[in-house]
């Protein structure tokens, strides 16, 4: 029996890490484990897949799938499923992957769980813990739908290389131009040389104690040199320091870094319900009873603009 | 033309969660509009003002209390209001047949909504609305430009920003970064109280999802907190990167 589907987060012929994740996790199940890639030319990329796991690999190659578009590759992946029935469908919880879940599972009547950090799934049976309220607490929920269909969150689940097959199967093409409702203008990618927020191994944020532009530059120099994505609270966002997509708390992204590095940031509770399931966590701050020292492993009570400079010249060493 | 704006009542995002008898404890929390909802009411108060549409209608489902929700914004400048009354245990699927069914009575031109609620985090209702009204939806705008038919959408997208177009009736779901939704003013608060708002029952649908259990997280121990001359915090700050949390400096 066709066991996991794990739908293909990838641009450009770029993947996600999060699929990875996704292939490492299903490969637990032991059941068979299936990598689907939607695209144009994406038949390369199955060596890749193969690698962490995956038994086979679905293509669906064409021009009506080179970008993302909701309505074609929901009428495509709802065929599949028709034809081969597999018992748990996972996409990735980017834009794109509850976009395209959420479609889908309207679509065929069933439940979704969405923004899944940990899963169990055997045959005919799936069960979630979710985050809500932004990660203040949590929720275990069972999809009762057949086939059990979830989104998973980024950098929740280990990355395991395992052998697979890797058998390309080319599905029958089933959605058409017709199914084509939203016609896309343009994507322009954001420039930046800094990893995704929601990916990153290392986050360096900065919030109403960076004062302005001068001190962001500092956060930014900081996180350079670690590899870092940025991001911000919501008073360096409000105040124009930073754009919205990366602000890090309860309106904004949910991120769990290996290490996440706070600079003048106080550590309100909707921002640590975004930063609070990091590994670890260090806190800049001048005053030693911000709320932040209280999820922090180490905490500095002082200046940012003194520490920072002192610690990129400690950390060149 | 007809603008239907979606909002949820949600705690307020200061809210401390806690848990009694096994489930999410609402007494004395603060009650508000969703914040990704409240900038779907002031974009669709925004296409009145432009006079791209004439009329805002809000729809809410939930208990009683969802109400204020409806009449903060009517206070804010919508014209009626619709509340559906359901119960808040209802699973993204349950309240998606709910709200579609009001919704297609309504037939609305532009259905507005969060992209996501600050409670559940589920963003699966407005585009779940769209498949059972079988039209067009885009998600995580952050503007919207209507004309001919059309809403032409700028939208948060995975690793930049999208342009895409659909045509109407569609349901096109906000980005919090769209826009600042307004307070009510005193007079706005005044005239909501004499808006019309309709009360109806939601058909009972299925959950398609089951909750099994609620719980907290593991609560985040505080570690060493230290208070020095900057270059002394900086170089112990330095050694416990490198080795205890074993970074690589690029």
Redesign the interface.
């Known amino acids: 029996m066709p066991g996991t589907w794990i739908i293909v987060e990838q641009r450009d012929g770029n993947v996600r890490k999060v699929t990875f994740e996704m292939l490492s996790e299903a490969k637990k199940y032991g059941e068979e484990v299936s990598a689907v890639v939607f695209g144009k030319n994406v038949e390369g990329l199955a060596p890749e897949f193969a690698k962490y796991g995956a038994d086979k690999v679905y293509v669906v190659e064409g021009d009506l799938f080179a970008e993302y578009n909701t309505g074609a590759y929901v009428a495509q992946l709802a065929a599949m499923i028709a034809e081969y029935q597999p018992n748990a469908v996972l996409f990735a919880h980017t834009f794109n992957g509850r976009d395209f879940a959420s479609r889908l599972a309207q679509k065929l009547e069933a439940g979704l769980a969405t923004d899944a950090i940990a899963a169990e799934i055997t045959a005919g049976k799936g069960v979630f813990t979710r985050a809500i309220y932004a990660g203040k607490a949590l929720a275990k929920v069972e999809v009762t739908t057949s086939p059990i269909l979830a989104t998973i969150r980024a950098g929740v689940m280990e990355v395991a290389e395992a052998a697979g097959a890797g058998a390309v199967v080319k599905p029958a093409i089933a959605a058409t131009d017709a199914d084509v409702y939203q016609s896309i203008k343009s994507f322009v990618p954001t420039v930046s040389a800094r990893p995704d927020l929601t990916e990153a191994e290392v986050v360096v944020s900065g919030g109403r104690g960076c004062k302005g532009p001068d001190g962001i530059k500092l956060v930014e120099q900081l996180a350079d040199m670690l590899g870092a994505a940025v991001g911000g609270s919501r008073a360096s966002i409000d105040s124009g320091w930073l754009g919205h997509e990366l602000q890090v708390g309860q309106t904004g992204k949910v991120v769990n870094p290996n290490l996440y590095i706070a600079a003048g940031i106080s550590g309100a509770i909707q921002h640590l319900a975004g930063m609070s399931s990091s590994k670890f966590i260090a806190a800049i701050n001048t005053d030693p009873e911000a709320p932040i020292f209280n999820v922090s492993d180490f905490g500095v009570v002082s200046d940012l603009f003194k520490v920072i400079p002192a610690l990129c010249t400690e950390l060149k060493k | 033309m007809k603008v239907l704006v979606c909002v949820k009542q949600t ?1 307020d ?5 806690e ?1 009694k008898d096994g489930k ?1 404890a609402d007494a004395g929390i603060n009650l508000i509009i969703n ?2 909802d409240e900038v779907a009411v002031e974009g669709g108060i925004q296409l009145k003002e432009k006079k791209i549409v004439d009329e805002v209608v809000v729809l809410s489902a939930g208990s009683d209390k969802a109400m204020d929700a409806i009449r903060t914004a009517l206070a804010m400048g919508a014209d009626r209001g619709i509340l559906l009354k359901q119960d808040t245990a209802a ?3 349950a309240r ?1 047949v709910a709200l579609a069914a009001a919704i297609k009575e309504e037939n609305p031109d532009i259905i507005l909504a969060g992209h996501v609620a ?7 209702v407005p ?2 609305i ?3 009204l079988g ?6 705008i ?1 503007n919207v430009e209507i004309a001919d038919g059309k809403a ?1 959408c700028t ?13 109407l009736p569609a349901v096109i779901s906000s ?3 769209w826009n600042e939704p307004r307070y009510p003013s005193m007079k706005g608060i005044m005239q909501a109280k004499k808006k019309p708002v309709a009360t109806k029952d939601a058909a009972a649908v299925d ?11 593991p609560a ?1 121990q ?7 001359d ?2 002394v ?6 050694d ?3 080795n ?2 074993k ?4």
């Open positions: 705690f995002t200061e809210a401390k969660i848990l999410i914040p990704y699973d993204e699927y998606a600050a409670d559940d985090g589920s963003s699966q585009t779940r769209a498949e059972i039209i067009p939806h885009i998600n995580v952050t032409t939208c948060e997208a995975d690793g930049g920003t999208l342009v895409a177009e659909v045509a980005q919090v970064s959950n398609k999802v089951t909750i099994i259990e609620y719980a907290m997280p985040k505080a570690g060493v907190k230290i208070e020095d900057p270059d915090c900086a170089a112990k700050l330095a416990w990167m490198l205890t949390v970074i690589e400096v690029k």
